[in-house]
């Protein structure tokens, strides 16, 4: 049956954050929670590692340093209360060290960004942070911004599920870093037998976009999907 468009961002929202369906949420339906939870300390961790990576070090300009140090506080904060407020801070600061036309780092800058950060270990200080990314992001030359979070939120112990970051870069169609209208509707088909109406899509994307861009990129839907648990 069709949804009816009164109340229809509310049934929408509801729908895919909570409701279950043969007692499976719909969420780890999703994003794959019950399969996928976090690389363990030390688990299966050596068949990507070749040594350390080299470090490329970047040059930085008076007015880079001097914004780098107006987010000091931000940065700091972020570390303590790792929320939806945080996530943004860390995509600020990752945005600011993409190349000019880039959305993503290479491993390397973001292997120094999270050193500069100060997210260097994970596992109580036993482990190399860099040795995480890398299983993450298997071969991968690249770091995009939800495996860099991912890295940030193992290293201070807050780690996120896997299949949130994975579940997002599936249903990233165009890879831009956001999902559009057409990829939160094939998302709402790949989740539900219900049939969703395009008023649909627009009532959901209102809902949880934050910066009204007219699309969701990681941290809202960390913020719809994860935080807002």
Not at 71 to 87: D, M, P, Q
Not at 170 to 184: F, I, S, T
Request: glycine share 6%; with cysteine; aromatic share 10%.
């Amino acid at each position: 049956a069709v949804v009816s468009t009164q109340s229809t961002g509310v049934i929408v929202l509801q729908g895919l954050i909570s409701l279950k369906e043969s007692h499976v949420s719909m969420r780890s339906r999703l994003f794959n929670l019950e399969g996928r939870g976090y690389i363990k300390p030390g688990e299966n961790n050596q068949n990507h590692l070749k040594g350390d990576m080299p470090l490329q070090v970047n040059t930085s300009t008076n007015n880079e340093i001097n914004a780098a140090e107006a987010l000091s506080t931000e940065i700091k904060a972020a570390r303590e209360t790792f929320n939806f407020n945080s996530v943004r801070v860390f995509q600020r600061v990752y945005n600011r060290e993409c190349s000019a036309g880039s959305k993503v780092l290479t491993f390397n800058e973001a292997v120094a960004l999270l050193n500069r950060l100060d997210f260097k270990y994970y596992g109580d200080g036993k482990y190399p942070l860099s040795h995480y990314l890398r299983e993450i992001v298997g071969s991968l030359t690249t770091v995009t911004f939800p495996n860099f979070v991912q890295a940030i939120s193992i290293s201070i112990s807050k780690p996120i599920p896997l299949g949130y970051k994975e579940g997002f870069e599936d249903m990233d169609l165009d890879k831009n870093g956001k999902l559009d209208a057409k990829e939160v509707f094939n998302m709402m088909k790949k989740i539900s037998e219900s049939c969703y109406s395009w008023a649909d899509v627009e009532d959901f994307l209102a809902s949880t976009d934050m910066d009204h861009d007219g699309k969701m990129d990681y941290p809202e839907m960390l913020k719809a999907f994860y935080f807002g648990q």
